[in-house]
C-alpha cells in the first residue's frame, strides 16, 4: 500500500500565511481520512500581530490534527518526504517555500494571490485556492486526494518543468541586471 499523503506547510506560524485555516482543514480531512498526515514547518514566537501562540499549536500537535516540525536549516529532506506542499498566505512576494517545492517536483496548493499566482499552474502543477476561505482550501485538497499516485507525479513534474522554465537562476539575475541597468540609465551604452 502507497503510504499516507501528507500535507506540509513551510512558513512562519503566522495568521496571515494561512496557518488557521491550514488547521481547519486538517480537522476536516482527518475527520474523514484519518491517515492523512498535515506538518507545520516554521519558526514561532514572532511578534507579529497575527502570531500563532505556542500554547495553540501544542494544542493542535497534542489533539493530533499536525505534526509540528520545528525549523530547519535544510528544507529539502522535509519537501522530499510530503506528498503536496500547501501555502494558503494572503499576500506572497515570490513564496520560496513554493518555488523549492515545484523545484523539488511535489505538486502545491496555494492562494490565488499574485506571488502564488505566479509558480502555480491551476490543474496542471498544482491548485489554487481563495484567499482566506477554509472550504476552497479544502476542496484543493480533496482534489488533490482524488489524484492517482501517477496524476500526482505529473503534477510534480509539471512543476519542476515551469521551475527550469522561468524561475532558472540565470534567467532570474539576467532580469534583475536589466532591470538595474534601467534603473541608472546605463541600457544600451
Known amino acids: ?13 503566522l495568521g496571515d500565511k494561512g496557518v488557521m485555516e491550514f ?19 516554521g519558526s514561532t514566537g514572532s511578534e507579529n500581530r497575527t502570531a500563532v501562540d505556542v500554547a495553540t499549536l501544542k494544542g493542535w500537535v497534542a489533539e493530533g490534527v499536525v505534526e509540528y516540525l520545528g525549523t530547519t536549516p535544510d528544507v529539502r529532506p522535509v519537501i522530499a518526504a510530503a506528498s503536496c506542499v500547501v501555502l494558503p498566505s494572503y499576500r506572497e512576494g515570490a513564496p520560496r517555500a513554493l518555488i523549492e517545492a515545484a523545484t523539488m517536483a511535489r505538486p502545491v496548493i496555494a492562494t490565488d494571490v499574485p506571488g502564488c499566482r505566479a509558480v502555480v499552474d491551476a490543474g496542471v502543477s498544482g491548485f489554487l485556492c481563495e484567499v482566506r476561505n477554509s472550504d476552497s482550501l479544502a476542496m484543493a485538497m480533496a482534489q488533490f486526494l482524488a489524484l492517482s499516485s501517477n496524476e500526482r507525479t505529473s503534477m510534480g513534474q509539471a512543476g519542476r518543468v515551469k521551475m527550469e522554465r522561468e524561475f532558472n537562476q540565470d534567467l532570474v539575475v539576467a532580469a534583475y541586471r536589466e532591470a538595474l541597468l534601467t534603473i541608472t540609465g ?4
Open 1 to 13: 500500500a502507497d503510504a499516507p499523503p501528507i500535507f506540509l506547510m513551510i512558513a512562519r506560524l
Open 186 to 189: 546605463k541600457r544600451g551604452r
Open 23 to 41: 488547521v481547519e482543514v486538517a480537522r476536516q480531512i482527518k475527520a474523514h481520512h484519518p491517515e492523512v498526515r498535515f506538518q507545520l514547518l
